[in-house]
């Protein structure tokens, strides 16, 4: 997937200003990019399984673009949106963006606004826009890609733990 496959993620919700993130710089958990690292580089399904434990207790940046005002010239009269991005490929679907830190986010487009959201909200706002995968960190350090049941189970608000014999999913009430 590419840029030039950009589509508009409008009229989706991310859950508005949240006090939670007001003093939130925009870095990344160095815990969470160690973990979307190690899982990047084995390739194994338990470390993938244990970043996204990482995940979801982290802070995500979902990107906002301008869109509906393609022209340079100054009129009173147009109007721009922000919108979350969307990228489609026509033989894997449609992906949603989100970033572990302001400088991956950056690193992707730097005209990009950040959006704070937990993985939960980004997952549902995910499928409302029609996307069946999310991808993390797209430009790097270590992207990470969530589809299938494990976005689904993210999307109901379940969080995925770490448990003595394996992973479980709890239901976080929100």
């Not at 992707?108 to 606004?113: D, I, L, T, Y």
């Not at 499928?127 to 999307?155: K, M, R, W, Y």
């Amino acid at each position: 997937m590419t840029a030039d496959d950009q589509t508009s993620g409008t009229g989706r919700d991310l859950g508005g200003y949240s006090e939670r993130y007001a003093s939130d710089d925009g870095a990344a958990d160095q815990g969470v990019r160690h973990a979307m690292g190690v899982a990047e580089e084995t390739g194994d399904g338990t470390d993938y399984l244990t970043a996204v434990v990482a995940l979801c207790g982290a802070r995500l940046l979902v990107p906002l673009l301008a869109t509906g005002d393609e022209t340079m010239s100054p009129d009173p009269g147009r109007q721009a949106e922000m919108a979350a991005v969307l990228l489609r490929h026509p033989e894997r679907g449609t992906a949603m963006l989100a970033f572990s830190g302001i400088d991956a986010l950056q690193l992707w487009n730097a005209k990009a606004r950040p959006v704070p959201a937990t993985l939960d909200v980004v997952a549902q706002t995910a499928q409302q826009s029609g996307a069946g995968t999310l991808l993390i960190d797209f430009a790097g350090p270590h992207p990470l890609v969530i589809d299938g049941e494990v976005l689904a189970n993210l999307a109901e608000s379940r969080r995925l733990v770490r448990l003595p014999d394996g992973f479980g999913w709890i239901a976080t009430g929100s």
